[in-house]
Structure formats: structure tokens, C-alpha cells
Nanobody, 120 residues
Framework: QVQLVESGGGLVQAGGSLRLSCAAS????????MGWFRQAPGKEREFVGR????????SYADSVLGRFTISRENAKNTVYLQMNSLKPEDTAVYRC?????????????WGQGTQVTVSS
């Protein structure tokens, strides 16, 4: 069982920055790919990005490419989402997810989420 707890959300003006953290429990963190997702009111959940267990492979959604950066510290069981040049359309609840050990593209555990609000 893996528990995920996000933090770092808040209210920021357009053009500002925030860094989200996702702390994971358990001993399998470094073996799992981690992902970030977001969901705005009335919209479907959207993939933001993912990072492999080693951190050597990272991918992003086109909508955040060049503005957001995913990283991880396996020694701290934590994954981060650095968000720069924020736009009002980035407003959403952001959730982290942990992939299955056997299938890196399948998400097994989810955090509760943290609200990010970008004002114009």
C-alpha cells in the first residue's frame, strides 16, 4: 500500500511560480514511475507529466512543456512539480499518482490533490 500526500498548492498571480510536492509512503517508491495530473472544474482529468523511477525518463503534456518541471528525490520518497509562468488556465486540483510496479503506464495509487489557483 502506498499513500500519497500533495502539498504546495495555493493562489498565485499569472506569471508566478509554485512548487508542488508529493510525499509517498512505503518502500517501493524508487521502483515506481510517478505522475502528475490535474482537473479543472467541469473538465476531465488531464495528464501533466510523468517521471520514471530512476528519474531518467520524463515526459510532459504539450500544454505545460517548457513551463513545468518534474523531479524526484528517492531518498525522501518525494516527487516535485515546479510550475513557472503560470496561466489562469493552469487553475485546477493537482494530484500525484504512483504507477504499478509491473506496468509503468498504469496508475495504481492517487493522492487527494492540492488546489492551484492562478489569478489574471
Amino acid at each position: 500500500q502506498v499513500q500519497l500526500v500533495e502539498s504546495g498548492g495555493g493562489l498565485v498571480q499569472a506569471g508566478g511560480s509554485l512548487r508542488l510536492s508529493c510525499a509517498a509512503s512505503g518502500r517501493t517508491f524508487s521502483s515506481r514511475a510517478m505522475g502528475w495530473f490535474r482537473q479543472a472544474p467541469g473538465k476531465e482529468r488531464e495528464f501533466v507529466g510523468r517521471i520514471s523511477g530512476s528519474g531518467g525518463s520524463i515526459s510532459y503534456a504539450d500544454s505545460v512543456l517548457g513551463r513545468f518541471t518534474i523531479s524526484r528525490e528517492n531518498a525522501k520518497n518525494t516527487v516535485y512539480l515546479q510550475m513557472n509562468s503560470l496561466k489562469p488556465e493552469d487553475t485546477a486540483v493537482y494530484r500525484c499518482a504512483a504507477a504499478r510496479l509491473t506496468t509503468a503506464s498504469s496508475w495504481e495509487y492517487w493522492g487527494q490533490g492540492t488546489q492551484v489557483t492562478v489569478s489574471s
